[in-house]
């Protein structure tokens, strides 16, 4: 048996990704005794893993490889589970010299997809997969899904959100880091002037005008959050929400960790890479509807891009744009 181990583990990159690994995360950390668990990420992905319990100490990548590398060195792991795959790591874990258990990489079969659509990826979610990396360690998928957590005093207060969102909304997530992530406004207003309930618009900051420009068409059952929150009270929002749809960033896979019903809306991405909305079997199995919809036109031309493009290669954007509104509304009806 393992046991009395230090175990670093590498994730470098987005906070969706983050969100992704949480599972590994916890099933190592309770499933292999005394461990000490440490965890590598980006220093703009700290508020994904702020207050995990499950992780004892944080490290953050902050660009410059010989700082992080006099930074582990002295920990002197026993093993290092690099969910990353990038330059980056690999270059730590060849100065490190510690025993490694590495996910695959899927950078060609991801230039196939997009490129010539050519799918060879496994019939399997992108958590699935993780736990394969970690199988020689004897840690397995305890079913619980994802895991976010966020701070007692980020818990959004009744008093802040309108009176006319007190006895429940949807949220609509309207976040997307590039053009081609994100369902346009004309497309968001003609959603929200069709649904019958509340609705709470989250995003970032850079979101608040689209935001406020959705809002405007009625501002009783239309509440744009965009840039009043932090991260952890936007979370909260989430938490608390009937209904979550929007495109596919971290908000929708914090959702997924709250068990939270999600239409996700892919664009110029696809939920062929294996990152579609992920709740682990025990949830799913308790469940007598369908938790989730992933509404993709599946054109010719699509997927073009994993992490989006600022326009349309093809210029005209119909992955987003020929979305049906009245679909839409029936695949919100099927999970909710």
């Keep these: 048996m393992i046991q009395n181990k230090k175990i670093l583990i590498i994730r470098l990159s987005t906070i969706a990704n983050i969100v992704l690994a949480s599972p590994i995360i916890r099933c190592v950390k309770k499933q292999i005794p005394n461990v000490e668990l440490h965890f590598l990420s980006n220093t703009d992905c700290k508020r994904a893993t702020d ?9 953050f990548f902050d660009n410059f490889l010989d700082h992080t590398i006099k930074q582990l060195l002295p ?3 026993d093993y290092i589970i690099d969910l990353e795959c990038n330059n ?13 258990y590495s996910a695959k990489s899927f950078s060609l079969k991801n230039k196939l ?3 010539l659509k050519i799918n060879l990826f496994p019939n399997k979610h992108v958590v699935h997969r993780f736990f394969d990396t970690v199988l020689p ?11 976010f957590f966020i701070a007692k005093n980020d818990e959004v207060p009744v008093d802040d959100l309108p009176t006319a969102h007190s006895a429940g909304y949807y949220v609509l997530n309207i976040a997307g880091k590039n053009f081609t992530n994100r369902m346009p406004i004309q ?9 019958k309930h509340p609705i709470i618009i989250v995003g970032n900051r850079e979101d608040m005008l689209a935001g406020a420009q959705i809002a405007a068409q009625d501002t009783i059952k239309i509440y744009n959050a965009c840039g009043k929150f932090n991260h952890g009270e936007i979370a909260n929002i989430i938490q608390k929400a009937k ?9 929708m896979y914090i959702a997924c960790a709250f068990k939270k019903p999600i239409v996700a809306l892919w664009g110029s991405n696809s939920s062929k890479f294996g990152a579609e909305p992920f709740y682990g079997q025990n949830f799913l199995q308790k469940q ?8 993709t036109l599946n054109l010719q031309c699509q997927p073009c891009s994993e992490v989006g493009f600022s326009t349309c290669p093809k210029k005209h954007f119909n992955c987003m744009q020929k979305i049906d509104i009245n679909e839409l509304l029936s695949q919100i009806n099927l999970i909710y």
């Design 51 to 59: 207050y995990n319990p499950y992780i004892d100490k944080f490290y």
């Design 75 to 77: 920990e002197s792991y």
């Design 88 to 100: 980056e790591s690999k270059k730590l874990i060849k100065v490190l010299n510690v025993k490694t």
């Design 113 to 115: 997809l997009t490129l």
């Design 137 to 147: 360690l004897h840690v397995k998928d305890d079913g619980e899904g994802l895991d």
């Design 187 to 195: 497309k968001c207003i003609e959603l929200c002037n069709k649904l």
């Design 243 to 251: 209904v979550v749809i929007g495109n596919v960033n971290e908000l």
């Design 288 to 295: 007598q509807k369908q938790t989730f919809a992933n509404i």
